[in-house]
């Protein structure tokens, strides 16, 4: 059984679907997703 919650899932699925453009968007960073909307995007150093 999963502990990660049903929101964590949600966002997940999101990003899934939304990867192509998040990248294009954020190149070459890390991003938060909460919500299904991007809270922060870092370097990846």
Excluded: C, G, R
Excluded at 14 to 24: A, P, R, S, Y
Excluded at 27 to 37: E, G, H, L, T, Y
């Amino acid at each position: 059984m999963s502990t990660m919650s049903k929101q964590f899932w949600e966002d997940w699925e999101w990003e899934v679907k939304n990867h192509h453009t998040l990248v294009k968007k954020y190149p070459n960073k890390w991003i938060a997703v909460i919500n299904k909307k991007v809270i922060v995007a870092n370097n990846e150093e």
